[in-house]
């Protein structure tokens, strides 16, 4: 009888150690990225920069900001401005309702870190997209809100926006574009 119990338990680690197999093998090309609204578009972010997702609060607001600058939220200590993208990238009117979240974004480059929060109109889903799905934005001449997206992409014949996190979270950029 030990000998079954035995057996048993290695099978389990023989098929655990398979599934953990065709797991790093079917998403070895797959990026996650956190899909969200803005009106009726479709972004998405690289998953690995979300550091939380928190519903709306307003945020305190600074004085002389652009209008896209909603304030600042104090966040576990750490002071976080919030920009909303909807009104970033004049896509809508922003609409302050209960689907409307804050992503908090958070990256690490040249040993700095930047958290900052995005407004959305309503989180989606995670997406598993393959490295060969993802395609070129399209060159319109100039700089523009293009210089914001990395790639897009198709999900069930609907185009998702990849943001590059990196160009969005520049604080310096804030100043320039009032």
Not at 124 to 144: A, M
Request: with cysteine; hydrophobic share 40%.
């Amino acid at each position: 009888m030990n000998e079954t119990v035995h057996d048993a338990e290695k099978n389990d680690q023989v098929n655990a150690d398979d599934y953990a197999e065709e797991l790093s093998r079917s998403t070895s090309l797959d990026e996650q990225y956190l899909s969200f609204s803005l009106g009726d578009e479709i972004y998405a972010v690289d998953i690995l920069s979300v550091q939380e997702i928190r519903t709306w609060e307003v945020p305190t607001m600074l004085p002389r900001s652009p209008d896209f600058v909603k304030g600042v939220l104090n966040l576990r200590g750490t002071i976080v401005p919030v920009i909303d993208l909807r009104a970033k990238f004049k896509i809508c009117k922003p609409v302050y309702d209960e689907t409307t979240v804050v992503i908090i974004l958070r990256l690490e480059e040249k040993g700095r870190i930047r958290v900052m929060g995005i407004v959305v109109d309503a989180m989606s889903d995670v997406l598993f997209i393959n490295k060969d799905n993802i395609k070129n934005t399209p060159e319109f001449g100039g700089q523009g809100d293009a210089e914001y997206i990395d790639g897009l992409t198709t999900i069930s014949d609907v185009v998702v926006s990849l943001l590059n996190t990196a160009t969005l979270l520049n604080i310096d950029d804030i100043d320039h574009t009032t």
